[in-house]
């Protein structure tokens, strides 16, 4: 399972830790969620574990041991069909709420309809640039589309957030970012890398995070069959604002390709650089001593693939970055 990551910074001199990452985004851990539920990955809850009219649908979230990227295991979701009706395959972080039998009416909340003490709302108080992973999809039929959002909030929260029949109270007031990612209406049959931006609506920090999945991005869809696959669920920060530009910083360039790092002086001396490269925990991984007068190649093919971060030091000046190892 790999981790994304981001590190702050103060004043290039002062290490700090990793932000907020989910503790399952890889979906290794799966158990017996409750009677009736054949697994869900833990810390993520299916129609199976949600209200009691959504329990009487059929299972949708899968351990699938053969179609994934990392580890030993992704999550496969499942539009199938129950009596007649399509029932949508899903997975959140919050509770799927059915309040009856129109599908219009029904959405993922921090509270279940049917229990109101039931309440989970997953702790997050950073502040993500963006959601990333892995996905693979087979659309069920014409304008399928598959679909990931995570919403940054305070208090309760509603997805979607307008109500459908006095079904839910409005709580979009408690939004603070959210973050949108839809999969093409064609097949997607290899791994492929998504992102999507959070676009924060006001700058409160936020309390919690609400992650939510579906192979049916059409809530009231008739069309079964559509399946995604997910892996390696992560989040990417940006480097603080506020870190000073210098004219090193604007003089060496730091990339990656594969499993090799590559690092290029545009204005050659006879300096020394030293280069440090951050695993997700914070971890210095790898440190290299780079001489400023040649463009330096350098191999990391012991690393895992992931996101990583860097840092340049040299004399009181310094650059950071991050860099994906393939």
Partial sequence: MKKTFTLILSSFSLFAIAQQQLTNGGFETWGNASPGVSAEPTGWYSNKSGSNIAKLGPQTC?????????????????????????????????????????????????????????????????????????????????????????????????????????????????????????????????????????????????????????????????????????????FIYNPPVGIKENSFDKNVKVYSYGKTIYVDFSDKSNDQSTLEIYDATGKLVASHTINNNINTTIDMSDLNSGLYLYKMNHKSQGKSGKLFID
């Fill in 62 to 234: 899968f351990q699938d041991n053969t179609i994934k990227r990392t580890g030993t295991s992704s999550m496969r979701l499942e539009t199938l069909n129950y009596f007649g009706t399509a029932v949508n395959g899903s997975a959140s972080t919050g509770v799927i709420n059915a309040t009856g039998t129109n599908k219009a009416e029904g959405y993922i909340g921090t509270i279940n309809y049917s229990t109101a003490s039931d309440i989970r709302r997953l702790a997050f108080t950073s502040t993500p640039d963006s959601i990333v992973g892995y996905y693979q999809y087979l659309p069920g039929g014409a304008g399928e589309q598959g679909k990931v959002t995570a919403i940054l909030h305070t208090g309760d929260y509603n997805d979607p957030e307008a109500p459908v029949n006095s079904n839910h109270p409005d709580l979009s007031a408690n939004k603070i970012a959210r973050a949108l990612f839809v999969t093409p209406t064609t097949t997607v049959s290899t791994w492929t890398r998504f992102t999507a931006p959070f676009v924060y609506v006001n700058a409160t920090t936020p309390a919690y995070i609400m992650i939510n999945m579906t192979s049916s991005n059409n809530q009231t869809t008739t069309i079964t069959g559509s399946k995604i696959w997910l892996d390696d669920i992560s």
